[in-house]
């Protein structure tokens, strides 16, 4: 079982940077792809970074060039720098691990832009 924990939502400001974190832990396996994924009201969920298996970082295209996508191997952590941010990045954002045989996600963590 894998357990994910986010921190670092919030309102706020659109200047950034602004940093959230996801914190893994449980058995952590075959794992082939760590990112974030966000769900604005009324819209389905979106890809917004994810490390595939070989390191291949591929971004949204709505954060392309804004966002920036980490991983600390050692600590089980995903980080998820945001810059640049607008009123369009307000969702709630969840942290994904696939592994070969299943997805976890994490609870969510509300992120307000407030302009």
């Known amino acids: 079982q894998v357990h994910l924990e986010e921190s670092g939502g919030g309102l706020l400001q659109a200047a950034g940077p602004h940093i959230l974190s996801c914190k893994a832990s449980?058995?952590?396996?075959?794992?082939?792809?760590v990112g974030w994924f966000r769900q604005a009201p009324g819209k389905e969920r979106e890809l917004v970074a994810q490390?595939?298996?070989?390191?291949?970082?591929i971004y949204g295209d709505s954060v392309q060039g804004r966002f920036v996508l980490a991983r600390d191997n050692a600590e089980n952590t995903i980080a998820l720098v945001m810059g640049h941010l607008s009123e369009s990045d307000t969702a709630v954002y969840y942290c994904?691990?696939?592994?070969?045989?299943?997805?976890?996600w994490g609870q969510g963590t509300q992120v307000t832009v407030s302009s």
């Open positions: 490390i595939v298996t070989g390191g291949q970082i």
């Open positions: 449980g058995t952590l396996d075959n794992v082939n792809a």
């Open positions: 994904m691990i696939r592994t070969a045989t299943a997805t976890y």
